[in-house]
Protein backbone atom coordinates (compact mmCIF):
# COMPACT_ATOMS: atom_id res chain seq x y z
CA UNK A 1 0.00 0.00 0.00
CA UNK A 2 1.28 3.39 -1.33
CA UNK A 3 -0.54 5.71 0.99
CA UNK A 4 -1.13 6.21 4.69
CA UNK A 5 -4.56 6.29 6.43
CA UNK A 6 -5.44 10.08 7.03
CA UNK A 7 -4.39 11.48 10.67
CA UNK A 8 -8.13 12.37 11.56
CA UNK A 9 -9.95 10.62 14.73
CA UNK A 10 -11.62 8.09 12.11
CA UNK A 11 -8.30 6.62 11.12
CA UNK A 12 -6.05 7.00 14.29
CA UNK A 13 -5.35 5.13 17.79
CA UNK A 14 -7.61 3.21 18.59
CA UNK A 15 -9.91 3.88 15.26
CA UNK A 16 -6.54 2.86 13.42
CA UNK A 17 -7.79 0.09 10.69
CA UNK A 18 -7.11 -3.27 11.31
CA UNK A 19 -7.75 -5.11 8.15
CA UNK A 20 -6.90 -8.27 9.78
CA UNK A 21 -9.11 -11.32 8.81
CA UNK A 22 -8.05 -13.88 11.29
CA UNK A 23 -9.51 -17.29 13.41
CA UNK A 24 -8.53 -17.71 17.12
CA UNK A 25 -9.56 -20.55 18.63
CA UNK A 26 -10.45 -21.42 22.01
CA UNK A 27 -9.88 -17.37 23.20
CA UNK A 28 -8.23 -17.16 26.81
CA UNK A 29 -11.34 -16.74 29.55
CA UNK A 30 -10.43 -15.19 33.15
CA UNK A 31 -13.66 -15.91 35.53
CA UNK A 32 -16.58 -18.12 34.83
CA UNK A 33 -18.55 -18.33 31.59
CA UNK A 34 -21.69 -20.24 31.92
CA UNK A 35 -21.93 -23.11 30.07
CA UNK A 36 -24.77 -22.44 29.17
CA UNK A 37 -24.36 -19.71 26.67
CA UNK A 38 -24.84 -21.73 23.27
CA UNK A 39 -24.89 -19.42 19.93
CA UNK A 40 -22.84 -17.06 18.07
CA UNK A 41 -22.84 -13.15 18.56
CA UNK A 42 -21.97 -11.56 15.19
CA UNK A 43 -20.73 -8.13 15.20
CA UNK A 44 -19.74 -5.91 12.09
CA UNK A 45 -17.23 -3.18 12.21
CA UNK A 46 -16.11 -0.39 9.55
CA UNK A 47 -12.89 -1.44 8.60
CA UNK A 48 -11.59 0.39 5.25
CA UNK A 49 -9.47 -1.83 3.55
CA UNK A 50 -7.58 1.50 1.63
CA UNK A 51 -6.80 5.40 2.67
CA UNK A 52 -10.06 7.37 1.24
CA UNK A 53 -9.38 8.64 -2.22
CA UNK A 54 -9.50 11.93 -1.70
CA UNK A 55 -7.59 11.41 1.77
CA UNK A 56 -10.58 12.57 4.15
CA UNK A 57 -13.99 10.80 4.97
CA UNK A 58 -15.98 9.16 8.06
CA UNK A 59 -15.53 6.03 9.75
CA UNK A 60 -19.03 5.19 8.69
CA UNK A 61 -17.55 4.68 5.34
CA UNK A 62 -15.19 1.74 6.55
CA UNK A 63 -15.35 -1.60 4.65
CA UNK A 64 -17.77 -3.94 6.52
CA UNK A 65 -16.00 -6.53 8.24
CA UNK A 66 -17.48 -8.80 9.91
CA UNK A 67 -16.80 -11.23 13.11
CA UNK A 68 -18.01 -13.72 15.06
CA UNK A 69 -17.88 -15.38 18.73
CA UNK A 70 -19.02 -18.79 18.68
CA UNK A 71 -19.93 -19.45 22.45
CA UNK A 72 -19.87 -23.08 23.36
CA UNK A 73 -19.30 -24.97 26.91
CA UNK A 74 -17.19 -21.82 28.23
CA UNK A 75 -15.20 -21.60 25.41
CA UNK A 76 -15.10 -18.55 22.57
CA UNK A 77 -13.74 -18.97 19.07
CA UNK A 78 -13.05 -15.77 17.54
CA UNK A 79 -13.75 -15.34 13.06
CA UNK A 80 -13.21 -12.16 11.52
CA UNK A 81 -13.83 -11.74 7.97
CA UNK A 82 -14.66 -8.90 5.02
CA UNK A 83 -17.70 -8.70 3.68
CA UNK A 84 -16.43 -9.31 0.01
CA UNK A 85 -18.80 -6.35 -1.64
CA UNK A 86 -18.08 -4.96 -5.03
CA UNK A 87 -16.59 -2.20 -3.67
CA UNK A 88 -13.68 -4.22 -1.64
CA UNK A 89 -13.14 -6.23 -4.96
CA UNK A 90 -12.45 -3.43 -7.17
CA UNK A 91 -10.29 -1.38 -4.66
CA UNK A 92 -8.46 -4.35 -4.61
CA UNK A 93 -8.40 -5.22 -8.04
CA UNK A 94 -6.54 -1.34 -8.46
CA UNK A 95 -4.94 -1.39 -5.50
CA UNK A 96 -5.96 1.57 -4.03
CA UNK A 97 -8.80 3.52 -3.23
CA UNK A 98 -11.44 4.60 -5.87
CA UNK A 99 -14.36 5.94 -3.35
CA UNK A 100 -14.55 9.47 -2.65
CA UNK A 101 -17.31 11.08 0.09
CA UNK A 102 -19.66 9.40 2.10
CA UNK A 103 -22.91 8.21 0.25
CA UNK A 104 -21.63 10.69 -2.99
CA UNK A 105 -21.44 8.41 -5.95
CA UNK A 106 -20.36 11.94 -7.44
CA UNK A 107 -16.85 12.24 -6.28
CA UNK A 108 -15.80 8.44 -7.15
CA UNK A 109 -12.98 7.87 -9.90
CA UNK A 110 -15.06 7.35 -12.97
CA UNK A 111 -13.52 3.68 -13.12
CA UNK A 112 -16.29 2.74 -10.48
CA UNK A 113 -19.56 4.59 -11.95
CA UNK A 114 -22.16 2.56 -11.63
CA UNK A 115 -20.59 -0.82 -9.70
CA UNK A 116 -22.44 -0.84 -6.32
CA UNK A 117 -20.47 1.32 -3.66
CA UNK A 118 -22.41 0.01 -0.30
CA UNK A 119 -20.11 -1.30 1.85
CA UNK A 120 -22.30 -3.65 4.11
CA UNK A 121 -21.11 -2.81 7.57
CA UNK A 122 -23.26 -1.50 9.97
CA UNK A 123 -25.59 -4.52 11.08
CA UNK A 124 -25.35 -8.77 11.04
CA UNK A 125 -29.10 -9.76 11.40
CA UNK A 126 -30.09 -13.41 10.79
CA UNK A 127 -33.64 -14.61 9.33
CA UNK A 128 -34.92 -17.10 7.88
CA UNK A 129 -31.74 -19.30 7.62
CA UNK A 130 -29.86 -16.47 5.94
CA UNK A 131 -27.06 -13.88 7.64
CA UNK A 132 -27.77 -10.97 5.87
CA UNK A 133 -24.84 -7.82 6.42
CA UNK A 134 -26.43 -4.47 6.32
CA UNK A 135 -26.29 -1.09 5.53
CA UNK A 136 -28.73 1.94 4.81
CA UNK A 137 -27.33 3.18 1.62
CA UNK A 138 -28.09 0.01 -0.53
CA UNK A 139 -29.31 -3.68 -0.54
CA UNK A 140 -28.17 -6.39 1.96
CA UNK A 141 -25.10 -8.83 1.21
CA UNK A 142 -25.87 -12.66 1.97
CA UNK A 143 -22.61 -14.01 4.14
CA UNK A 144 -21.94 -18.06 5.58
CA UNK A 145 -23.37 -18.02 8.81
CA UNK A 146 -20.75 -20.82 9.69
CA UNK A 147 -17.78 -19.49 7.58
CA UNK A 148 -18.33 -16.01 7.09
CA UNK A 149 -17.96 -16.11 3.29
CA UNK A 150 -19.58 -13.27 1.16
CA UNK A 151 -22.11 -15.26 -0.72
CA UNK A 152 -23.55 -11.86 -2.96
CA UNK A 153 -26.27 -9.73 -2.32
CA UNK A 154 -29.77 -10.55 -1.25
CA UNK A 155 -33.01 -8.94 -2.73
CA UNK A 156 -35.43 -11.45 -1.60
CA UNK A 157 -34.76 -13.31 -5.21
CA UNK A 158 -35.14 -9.96 -7.19
CA UNK A 159 -38.26 -9.22 -5.34
CA UNK A 160 -37.84 -6.48 -3.36
CA UNK A 161 -37.78 -2.92 -5.36
CA UNK A 162 -36.24 -0.75 -2.73
CA UNK A 163 -33.35 -0.14 -3.90
CA UNK A 164 -32.10 0.34 0.30
CA UNK A 165 -33.07 -1.80 2.85
CA UNK A 166 -32.12 -0.63 6.88
CA UNK A 167 -29.46 -1.85 9.31
CA UNK A 168 -32.55 -1.75 11.83
CA UNK A 169 -34.68 -4.30 11.18
CA UNK A 170 -37.72 -5.39 13.58
CA UNK A 171 -38.29 -9.15 14.37
CA UNK A 172 -41.75 -10.35 16.00
CA UNK A 173 -40.14 -13.28 17.35
CA UNK A 174 -44.23 -15.07 18.13
CA UNK A 175 -44.87 -14.56 14.28
CA UNK A 176 -41.27 -15.05 13.21
CA UNK A 177 -41.78 -11.85 10.56
CA UNK A 178 -39.31 -9.79 10.28
CA UNK A 179 -40.01 -5.75 9.66
CA UNK A 180 -37.85 -3.31 8.01
CA UNK A 181 -37.61 -0.35 5.30
CA UNK A 182 -35.70 1.75 3.33
CA UNK A 183 -35.35 5.16 2.98
CA UNK A 184 -33.74 7.02 -0.26
CA UNK A 185 -36.02 4.33 -1.87
CA UNK A 186 -36.10 5.03 -5.43
CA UNK A 187 -32.11 6.48 -5.62
CA UNK A 188 -30.25 9.42 -3.76
CA UNK A 189 -32.02 11.84 -1.97
CA UNK A 190 -35.35 10.55 -3.07
CA UNK A 191 -38.22 10.95 -0.13
CA UNK A 192 -39.37 7.56 -1.49
CA UNK A 193 -39.62 5.19 1.51
CA UNK A 194 -40.39 1.59 1.60
CA UNK A 195 -41.98 -0.70 4.39
CA UNK A 196 -41.61 -4.20 3.98
CA UNK A 197 -42.25 -7.62 6.09
CA UNK A 198 -40.29 -10.57 5.37
CA UNK A 199 -41.94 -14.18 6.75
CA UNK A 200 -40.33 -16.59 8.44
CA UNK A 201 -38.88 -18.69 5.79
CA UNK A 202 -37.18 -15.29 4.82
CA UNK A 203 -39.87 -14.37 1.69
CA UNK A 204 -40.74 -10.71 1.02
CA UNK A 205 -44.35 -10.99 1.94
CA UNK A 206 -45.20 -7.14 1.88
CA UNK A 207 -43.23 -4.40 0.03
CA UNK A 208 -45.61 -0.42 0.69
CA UNK A 209 -43.91 2.86 -0.37
CA UNK A 210 -44.75 6.03 1.14
CA UNK A 211 -43.48 9.44 0.83
CA UNK A 212 -41.40 11.47 4.09
CA UNK A 213 -42.11 15.15 4.51
CA UNK A 214 -37.77 15.52 3.38
CA UNK A 215 -35.02 13.24 2.81
CA UNK A 216 -33.91 12.30 6.10
CA UNK A 217 -30.94 10.39 8.11
CA UNK A 218 -34.03 7.35 8.91
CA UNK A 219 -31.67 5.22 11.00
CA UNK A 220 -33.93 3.05 13.04
CA UNK A 221 -37.63 2.58 13.22
CA UNK A 222 -39.74 0.78 15.93
CA UNK A 223 -43.02 -1.81 15.52
CA UNK A 224 -45.46 -2.79 17.79
CA UNK A 225 -48.25 -6.06 17.80
CA UNK A 226 -50.51 -3.44 16.34
CA UNK A 227 -48.21 -0.11 14.89
CA UNK A 228 -45.25 1.17 12.69
CA UNK A 229 -43.51 4.01 13.98
CA UNK A 230 -40.95 5.98 11.29
CA UNK A 231 -39.45 9.01 13.02
CA UNK A 232 -38.16 11.50 10.52
CA UNK A 233 -35.50 14.05 11.81
CA UNK A 234 -34.03 16.85 9.87
CA UNK A 235 -30.58 15.46 9.01
CA UNK A 236 -31.38 16.18 5.36
CA UNK A 237 -30.03 15.38 1.95
CA UNK A 238 -30.01 17.20 -1.46
CA UNK A 239 -28.90 15.85 -4.89
CA UNK A 240 -28.31 19.47 -6.47
CA UNK A 241 -25.37 19.24 -3.18
CA UNK A 242 -24.36 15.61 -3.83
CA UNK A 243 -23.83 16.25 -7.53
CA UNK A 244 -21.92 19.27 -7.20
CA UNK A 245 -19.34 16.58 -4.81
CA UNK A 246 -20.81 17.80 -1.45
CA UNK A 247 -21.72 16.45 1.27
CA UNK A 248 -24.55 13.80 1.46
CA UNK A 249 -26.33 15.20 5.21
CA UNK A 250 -26.72 18.12 6.92
CA UNK A 251 -28.74 19.34 9.89
CA UNK A 252 -31.72 21.81 9.37
CA UNK A 253 -32.87 22.75 12.63
CA UNK A 254 -35.43 24.84 11.23
CA UNK A 255 -37.01 21.32 10.25
CA UNK A 256 -39.56 19.94 12.30
CA UNK A 257 -39.12 16.39 13.52
CA UNK A 258 -42.32 14.27 12.35
CA UNK A 259 -43.47 10.48 13.58
CA UNK A 260 -45.29 8.55 11.19
CA UNK A 261 -47.43 5.86 12.63
CA UNK A 262 -49.47 3.36 10.83
CA UNK A 263 -51.40 -0.19 11.67
CA UNK A 264 -48.41 -2.49 11.22
CA UNK A 265 -50.31 -4.89 9.44
CA UNK A 266 -52.35 -2.04 7.21
CA UNK A 267 -51.37 0.18 4.68
CA UNK A 268 -49.52 3.28 4.43
CA UNK A 269 -52.58 5.19 3.96
CA UNK A 270 -53.45 5.13 7.13
CA UNK A 271 -50.28 7.17 8.17
CA UNK A 272 -50.78 9.65 11.05
CA UNK A 273 -48.09 11.88 11.01
CA UNK A 274 -47.08 13.62 14.59
CA UNK A 275 -45.42 16.70 14.68
CA UNK A 276 -42.92 18.31 17.07
CA UNK A 277 -39.32 20.73 16.76
CA UNK A 278 -36.28 19.54 15.79
CA UNK A 279 -34.19 17.19 17.30
CA UNK A 280 -32.10 13.85 16.76
CA UNK A 281 -32.24 10.27 17.45
CA UNK A 282 -30.75 7.45 16.59
CA UNK A 283 -31.86 4.09 17.99
CA UNK A 284 -34.90 3.11 20.04
CA UNK A 285 -34.85 1.24 22.96
CA UNK A 286 -38.51 -0.61 22.38
CA UNK A 287 -42.44 0.44 21.26
CA UNK A 288 -45.44 -0.77 22.34
CA UNK A 289 -49.60 -0.17 22.07
CA UNK A 290 -51.20 0.46 25.22
CA UNK A 291 -55.20 0.68 24.06
CA UNK A 292 -54.97 4.19 22.59
CA UNK A 293 -51.59 4.60 23.40
CA UNK A 294 -48.37 4.38 21.80
CA UNK A 295 -45.07 4.52 23.75
CA UNK A 296 -41.34 4.24 22.31
CA UNK A 297 -38.53 5.09 24.30
CA UNK A 298 -34.66 6.26 23.24
CA UNK A 299 -32.11 8.56 23.44
CA UNK A 300 -33.04 11.76 22.32
CA UNK A 301 -30.43 14.58 21.69
CA UNK A 302 -30.39 18.30 19.96
CA UNK A 303 -28.13 17.88 16.85
CA UNK A 304 -26.86 14.46 15.34
CA UNK A 305 -23.50 13.12 16.92
CA UNK A 306 -21.17 12.55 14.02
CA UNK A 307 -18.11 15.17 13.82
CA UNK A 308 -18.37 15.17 10.09
CA UNK A 309 -22.21 15.81 9.74
CA UNK A 310 -21.43 18.84 12.22
CA UNK A 311 -18.86 20.24 10.98
CA UNK A 312 -21.12 20.24 7.37
CA UNK A 313 -23.76 21.94 9.61
CA UNK A 314 -21.75 24.29 10.65
CA UNK A 315 -22.69 23.43 14.23
CA UNK A 316 -21.01 23.81 17.29
CA UNK A 317 -22.48 22.52 20.16
CA UNK A 318 -22.14 24.24 23.47
CA UNK A 319 -22.39 22.14 26.85
CA UNK A 320 -25.42 23.17 27.25
CA UNK A 321 -26.49 21.36 24.14
CA UNK A 322 -24.14 18.41 25.00
CA UNK A 323 -26.41 18.31 28.53
CA UNK A 324 -29.75 18.00 27.11
CA UNK A 325 -29.66 14.48 25.99
CA UNK A 326 -31.63 12.06 27.64
CA UNK A 327 -33.65 8.72 27.27
CA UNK A 328 -37.27 10.02 26.98
CA UNK A 329 -40.56 8.14 26.33
CA UNK A 330 -42.51 9.80 23.49
CA UNK A 331 -46.49 8.88 23.69
CA UNK A 332 -48.87 9.34 21.14
CA UNK A 333 -52.51 9.56 21.38
CA UNK A 334 -53.51 7.31 18.17
CA UNK A 335 -57.38 8.91 19.07
CA UNK A 336 -56.87 12.23 18.84
CA UNK A 337 -56.66 14.10 15.64
CA UNK A 338 -53.67 16.54 15.47
CA UNK A 339 -49.86 16.65 15.42
CA UNK A 340 -49.18 16.97 19.25
CA UNK A 341 -47.77 13.89 21.37
CA UNK A 342 -46.48 13.76 24.81
CA UNK A 343 -43.02 13.52 25.91
CA UNK A 344 -41.65 12.15 29.32
CA UNK A 345 -37.94 11.92 30.94
CA UNK A 346 -36.44 8.63 31.64
CA UNK A 347 -33.16 8.26 32.47
CA UNK A 348 -29.46 10.01 31.58
CA UNK A 349 -28.41 10.30 27.65
CA UNK A 350 -27.23 7.66 26.06
CA UNK A 351 -27.34 5.15 23.15
CA UNK A 352 -26.58 1.70 22.20
CA UNK A 353 -30.35 0.61 23.02
CA UNK A 354 -31.08 -3.48 24.02
CA UNK A 355 -33.38 -5.27 25.23
CA UNK A 356 -34.45 -9.53 25.60
CA UNK A 357 -35.88 -10.70 22.90
CA UNK A 358 -38.88 -11.56 24.42
CA UNK A 359 -39.68 -7.95 25.24
CA UNK A 360 -39.58 -6.28 21.79
CA UNK A 361 -43.16 -4.76 20.66
CA UNK A 362 -44.41 -5.42 23.79
CA UNK A 363 -45.09 -3.58 27.42
CA UNK A 364 -41.44 -4.32 28.99
CA UNK A 365 -39.48 -3.37 32.54
CA UNK A 366 -35.81 -3.48 31.49
CA UNK A 367 -33.87 -1.82 29.13
CA UNK A 368 -30.05 -1.78 28.84
CA UNK A 369 -27.83 0.67 27.04
CA UNK A 370 -24.34 3.18 27.25
CA UNK A 371 -23.51 6.32 28.36
CA UNK A 372 -20.46 8.73 28.43
CA UNK A 373 -19.88 9.23 32.23
CA UNK A 374 -17.61 12.29 33.34
CA UNK A 375 -16.91 10.73 36.50
CA UNK A 376 -16.08 7.22 35.01
CA UNK A 377 -12.65 9.03 33.55
CA UNK A 378 -11.61 11.42 30.69
CA UNK A 379 -13.13 11.18 27.03
CA UNK A 380 -11.23 8.19 24.96
CA UNK A 381 -11.51 8.15 21.19
CA UNK A 382 -12.95 5.48 19.81
CA UNK A 383 -15.75 4.55 16.91
CA UNK A 384 -17.11 7.10 14.90
CA UNK A 385 -18.66 9.94 16.88
CA UNK A 386 -15.09 10.53 18.56
CA UNK A 387 -15.40 10.04 22.74
CA UNK A 388 -16.65 6.59 23.11
CA UNK A 389 -18.94 5.61 25.63
CA UNK A 390 -17.85 4.19 29.31
CA UNK A 391 -21.01 3.27 31.29
CA UNK A 392 -23.08 0.20 30.87
CA UNK A 393 -26.27 0.96 32.84
CA UNK A 394 -29.62 -1.13 33.18
CA UNK A 395 -32.70 1.06 33.47
CA UNK A 396 -35.65 -0.40 35.03
CA UNK A 397 -38.21 1.91 32.60
CA UNK A 398 -40.73 2.02 34.95
CA UNK A 399 -39.45 3.51 37.90
CA UNK A 400 -36.41 4.90 36.30
CA UNK A 401 -33.93 3.23 38.76
CA UNK A 402 -30.07 2.86 37.21
CA UNK A 403 -27.57 0.70 37.88
CA UNK A 404 -24.26 0.88 36.46
CA UNK A 405 -20.74 -0.62 35.41
CA UNK A 406 -17.11 1.39 34.80
CA UNK A 407 -14.25 -0.25 34.69
CA UNK A 408 -11.07 1.25 36.81
CA UNK A 409 -9.02 1.38 33.65
CA UNK A 410 -8.90 3.67 30.77
CA UNK A 411 -11.72 1.52 28.82
CA UNK A 412 -14.46 2.39 26.20
CA UNK A 413 -17.20 -0.11 25.44
CA UNK A 414 -18.56 -1.19 22.26
CA UNK A 415 -22.55 -2.06 21.89
CA UNK A 416 -23.67 -4.85 24.14
CA UNK A 417 -25.90 -7.41 23.37
CA UNK A 418 -28.12 -9.53 25.14
CA UNK A 419 -28.03 -12.88 25.43
CA UNK A 420 -31.22 -14.48 26.89
CA UNK A 421 -30.84 -17.72 29.39
CA UNK A 422 -32.02 -21.13 29.60
CA UNK A 423 -32.67 -20.48 33.65
CA UNK A 424 -36.17 -19.55 34.55
CA UNK A 425 -36.13 -16.39 36.05
CA UNK A 426 -32.67 -15.30 35.06
CA UNK A 427 -32.84 -12.21 32.69
CA UNK A 428 -29.97 -13.58 30.80
CA UNK A 429 -26.17 -12.18 29.93
CA UNK A 430 -24.74 -9.35 28.23
CA UNK A 431 -21.17 -9.06 26.04
CA UNK A 432 -19.86 -6.47 25.22
CA UNK A 433 -15.86 -5.98 23.28
CA UNK A 434 -13.81 -3.31 25.73
CA UNK A 435 -11.65 -1.22 23.94
CA UNK A 436 -8.30 -1.36 26.40
CA UNK A 437 -6.68 2.32 25.87
CA UNK A 438 -3.71 1.27 27.87
CA UNK A 439 -2.25 -1.72 26.35
CA UNK A 440 -3.95 -1.17 22.80
CA UNK A 441 -5.96 -4.72 23.09
CA UNK A 442 -9.81 -5.97 23.49
CA UNK A 443 -11.22 -7.85 26.01
CA UNK A 444 -14.59 -9.81 25.85
CA UNK A 445 -16.89 -9.09 28.73
CA UNK A 446 -19.71 -10.70 29.79
CA UNK A 447 -22.24 -10.24 32.68
CA UNK A 448 -25.18 -11.27 34.36
CA UNK A 449 -27.73 -8.51 32.77
CA UNK A 450 -29.49 -8.29 36.29
CA UNK A 451 -26.33 -7.49 38.18
CA UNK A 452 -24.29 -5.37 35.41
CA UNK A 453 -23.03 -3.02 38.47
CA UNK A 454 -21.30 -6.31 40.20
CA UNK A 455 -18.38 -6.42 36.91
CA UNK A 456 -18.04 -9.02 34.47
CA UNK A 457 -18.40 -12.69 35.35
CA UNK A 458 -15.98 -13.63 32.86
CA UNK A 459 -13.26 -11.75 30.29
CA UNK A 460 -12.07 -13.02 26.90
CA UNK A 461 -8.66 -11.70 26.13
CA UNK A 462 -7.76 -11.09 22.93
CA UNK A 463 -4.44 -10.57 21.06
CA UNK A 464 -5.45 -7.89 19.13
CA UNK A 465 -7.23 -4.55 19.36
CA UNK A 466 -10.92 -5.16 17.49
CA UNK A 467 -11.87 -1.60 15.77
CA UNK A 468 -15.45 -0.65 17.29
CA UNK A 469 -18.10 -2.32 15.87
CA UNK A 470 -21.63 -0.76 14.82
CA UNK A 471 -24.03 -3.26 15.55
CA UNK A 472 -24.11 -6.99 16.78
CA UNK A 473 -26.33 -9.27 16.94
CA UNK A 474 -26.23 -12.69 19.35
CA UNK A 475 -27.89 -16.27 17.15
CA UNK A 476 -28.93 -18.98 19.44
CA UNK A 477 -26.89 -22.60 18.59
CA UNK A 478 -30.93 -23.83 17.95
CA UNK A 479 -31.68 -21.46 15.27
CA UNK A 480 -28.09 -21.98 13.46
CA UNK A 481 -27.34 -25.61 13.68
C1 LIG B 1 -25.12 5.29 11.34
C2 LIG B 1 -24.17 4.35 11.00
C3 LIG B 1 -23.80 4.21 9.68
C4 LIG B 1 -24.38 4.98 8.72
C5 LIG B 1 -25.34 5.90 9.05
O1 LIG B 1 -25.08 4.91 13.65
C6 LIG B 1 -25.71 6.05 10.37
C7 LIG B 1 -25.53 5.48 12.72
C8 LIG B 1 -22.20 2.54 10.11
O2 LIG B 1 -22.84 3.36 9.22
O3 LIG B 1 -23.96 4.84 7.43
FE1 LIG C 1 -27.51 1.91 14.24
Given amino acids: MTTKFPDTFDYAGFNAPMRVE????????????????????????????????????????????????????GHIDFKMRYVMTDRVKAERKARRGLFGLYRNPYTDDPSVRGINRCVNNTTPVFHGGRLLALKEDGLAVELDPHTLETKGVFNYGGKLRSQTMTAHTRL???SGDLYFFGYEASGLATRDVSY??????????????????????????????????????PTTADLGRIKAGGVHWVCDPDLDTYVGIMPRDGGVKDMHWFRRPACSAFHFMNAYTEGKFVHLD??????????????????????????????????????????KF???????????????????MKDYSIGYYERFDPEAGPPLVAGPVGAGFNTLSRL??????????????????????????????????????????????????????????????????????????????????????
Fill in 396 to 481: EVKSGKLKSWHSNRPVTIQEEVHIPSKIPGHEGYLALVADLHDTQLSDVLVFEAEHLDKGPIATAHLPLRLRNQVHGNWVTAEELF
Fill in 298 to 339: FGVSKFAPFPFIQEASHIHPTPEDMRSGRVVRWTFDMSKPGE
Fill in 172 to 174: DED
Fill in 196 to 233: CVANREGQLVKEEWFQVPYVSLMHDFAVTKEHAIFPVF
Fill in 22 to 73: CDIYDLVIEGNLPKEIDGVWYRTVPDPQYPPMLGHDTYLSGDGMISAFKFED
Fill in 342 to 360: EEYNLAPAGDFPRIAMDDH
